[in-house]
């Protein structure tokens, strides 16, 4: 069933649960990850990021997969553009029938980032498509734990409440991409963030962060936890790990099926980890 993520959320919040979020980048990765949902008979956000549009799928044929997918699913599914970087493609993907949409507004200055993320939930709320909007820095790796990337609780406040967002992405240590050694998550920020924000909290960087740090977030405040780089590094090591052989033609499907058991194995830890729970459809 394809919806919004506002049941979602409520739900998660309610029961100190996260939902994951799992970038696809293929017809693949989006069955693969449905099949999961589906067989644990949980929730689920699939997320196309802009980012990696055009390396294997462009926008309008992830739109038209992932609907026809998502609706004929049997529990509550997500369609989120993760990332957007501008006005124009949240619209495309708006026009196209997501009903989720990130604005990343993150490296702009407060009020260029307010007004970007406002005029986007002026034309998705118009069309009753849900909005994430970001604040705050998540790393790339080295510099994740620098007390100068964390949101602040004002920040945070101001933010939500001028930008009307149904859900905020803030930065409590993590990092985009396979964080070397274990993040320091800053916890009691996290926690003055979900006193203070009344709209759900989402982390971004959820790879690589540690297994008792994510499962902290998804219990201590934060509703919607971003992975993309765990699914392709657990897709990718079971076909390295293949036994090397002279080329046959059934080995593009041992591959595919290898590929595919390492990140589903990987989507049910995301589960487990997220203590993620049914959600009424």
């Not at 959320?9 to 939902?19: L, P, S, V």
Request: hydrophobic share 40%; with cysteine; aromatic share 8%.
């Amino acid at each position: 069933m394809l919806v919004t993520s506002k049941a979602m959320f409520q739900a998660a919040q309610a029961g100190h649960f996260a939902i994951p979020s799992a970038n696809f980048v293929d017809e693949d990765s989006l069955k693969w990850h449905l099949e999961v949902a589906e067989q644990e008979n949980l929730p689920i956000i699939i997320s196309l990021a802009e980012s990696h549009l055009n390396r294997l799928i462009d926008l309008e044929t992830a739109a038209y997969l992932a609907r026809y997918r998502a609706e004929k699913a049997s529990v509550p599914v997500v369609l989120h553009l993760d990332h957007g970087e501008s006005f124009e493609t949240c619209k495309k993907a708006i026009d196209l029938g997501f009903t989720s949409v990130m604005i990343d507004g993150s490296k702009l200055p407060m009020a260029e980032n307010i007004a970007l993320t406002k005029k986007v939930v002026d034309y998705a709320h118009a069309h009753g498509v849900v909005v994430e909007g970001e604040i705050g820095h998540v790393g790339s790796n080295e510099n994740a734990d620098d007390n100068d990337i964390y949101t602040t609780v004002e920040e945070a406040t101001t933010f939500a409440q001028e930008s009307q967002v149904d859900s905020l992405a803030v930065s409590i240590g993590t990092a985009h991409g396979l964080y070397k050694g274990t993040p320091k998550l800053n916890f009691d920020r996290l926690h003055e963030l979900a006193a203070a924000v009344s709209c759900p909290l989402v982390l971004h960087g959820g790879s690589n962060s540690g297994d008792d740090n994510l499962h902290r977030c998804a219990t201590e405040g934060i509703a919607k936890i971003n992975v993309y780089s765990d699914f392709m590094v657990s897709a990718a090591k079971p076909v390295f790990a293949l036994e090397p052989k002279e080329p046959e033609v059934e080995d593009y499907y041992t591959m595919k099926a290898a590929a595919k058991k390492g990140m589903q194995d990987m989507l049910r830890h995301v589960y487990r980890l997220f203590a993620t729970q049914p959600v009424e459809k």
